[in-house]
Structure formats: C-alpha cells, structure tokens
C-alpha cells in the first residue's frame, strides 16, 4: 500500500517568505507527526496529532511555526517569515495508534532551503 | 524524561566485518527503545524495537540489539556487514506516553 507522501519534495525560499509543507499520512493511521532534521543534529520533534487535534506542541522551535491536519488526515506544517535557520529537511511520520512506543512510518522529508 | 547519546557520528567497517553501533540511554520509566535507518534520500524505517518482552531483539536485514539495564545500552550489532548496509542509524527512546527522542545518528561507511 501507499507509504507516507510529503510534498513538496524540495522548497528553495527566500528569507522572510511563508512556506507551507504538506505530509499525507498511511491511510487509517490516526497518529501524526513532524521532525525536523538539521546536519549533524539528528531528528528535532516538532509536533504530534491525534486525529486532528495536537496535544504535544511542545516542539514548535517559535511562534513563526504552525501546523493544523484536517479531516483526520492530511496535515500542514506552515513557516511563517523564514529564516535561514529553518533550513533542514521536514519529516512527516505516521502511525496506527496513539503512543511514541509504535512503531512510526516515515515520508521521504522536505527539504528547504532559505536563502 | 528520556535522552539518548551514539557514540560515533561515523563508523567504518569493512565488507564482512562485525557492525557495531553504540547507543546508550537514559529513562526515568521503562523504555522502549527503537533503532531507524535512513538510506540517501529516503526517510527512516524501523530496523527493530524493544517493548521489555526479550532483551535481545532481532530486526530486518540481519540486525539485532541487546537491552542491557545495568549499562543502559542498546547497542546494535550484525556479524556480517554488506555494502547495502551503508546508511545511517538512529537510536531513539521513549515512555509509553512520552515523545520518542532520537539520537544524533551514526552514518555507517561499508569498505569494500
């Protein structure tokens, strides 16, 4: 079946610009979640849905970051005024049930690059 | 609170040669404890994880980790590497309801 999907693939901003980043979930998985992966520093957790709402936002690096899913499904993750330190690759996982102890499913990543 | 150390951002080893990857944790609840690989340009897939059930753990392609309580370690073993073993690793740790925290990775380099 379908894995996870993240598009775009590739973004090239520039510094101060929105961004929005989308992640499309395995089909029935109820969790959600987004890392972001800088060189040499590992995955940073972002955030996490159940279903659609987030009860872990814990991660969100500013206020210049969001991130909404609708209809239990697809997600958004939006930079608002980029900065160049935002660039990194995006990852969006998903999983069947609810718990950091299962087992999560990764999309390829987004990566961006805010010149 | 969890946290997660990988000794070594990169390890050599030569075709057929033992694959060792060091990870060591710290939990304050019983972990659970996941190795990911990431190929180039593809995102990261679960080679294994431990729940408490056995305290060695074999996962896809060969690979397998021992949880040892008494050093905190999880390190991630294989007898025999292969080329397409060349990627890199993460160790991660979490509590049943706590966000899962991944280590820094190591990127294995295979010698022909």
């Known amino acids: 079946g379908a894995g996870v999907s993240q598009s775009p693939s590739n973004k090239v901003t520039e510094k101060g610009k929105d961004v929005e980043l989308r992640c499309d979930p395995i089909?029935?998985?109820?969790?959600l979640y987004w890392y972001r992966q800088s060189l040499g520093q590992g995955l940073e957790f972002l955030i996490y849905?159940?279903?659609?709402?987030?009860?872990?936002k814990s991660g969100l690096p500013s206020d210049r970051f969001s991130a909404e899913r609708t209809g239990g499904s697809v997600s958004t993750l939006t930079i608002q005024r980029t900065q160049q330190e935002d660039s990194a690759v995006y990852l969006c996982?998903?999983?069947?049930?609810?718990?950091?102890?299962?087992?999560?499913?990764f999309g390829p990543g987004t990566r961006l690059t805010v010149l | 609170a969890q946290s997660v150390t990988q000794l070594g951002s990169h390890v050599s080893v030569s075709e057929g040669a033992l694959v060792l990857l060091r990870c060591n944790y710290s939990?304050?609840?019983?972990?659970?404890l996941f190795w990911y690989v990431q190929y180039p340009n593809q995102g990261l897939q679960l080679l294994l994880k431990?729940?408490?059930?056995?305290?060695l753990v074999k996962g896809i392609n060969g690979f397998e980790a021992e949880f040892k309580k008494s050093e905190t370690s999880f390190h991630l073993t294989k007898p025999s590497a292969h080329m397409s073993d060349a990627a890199e690793y993460f160790c991660?740790?979490?509590?049943?309801?706590?966000?899962?925290?991944f280590g820094k990775g190591t990127r294995l380099h295979i010698l022909p």
């Open positions: 089909s029935g998985h109820t969790a």
């Open positions: 991660a740790v979490s509590g049943r309801d706590d966000k899962i925290i």
């Open positions: 939990s304050s609840v019983p972990p659970y």
């Open positions: 431990y729940t408490s059930a056995a305290t």
């Open positions: 996982a998903s999983s069947l049930d609810r718990g950091f102890h299962n087992e999560q499913f």
């Open positions: 849905f159940q279903g659609n709402s987030a009860p872990d």
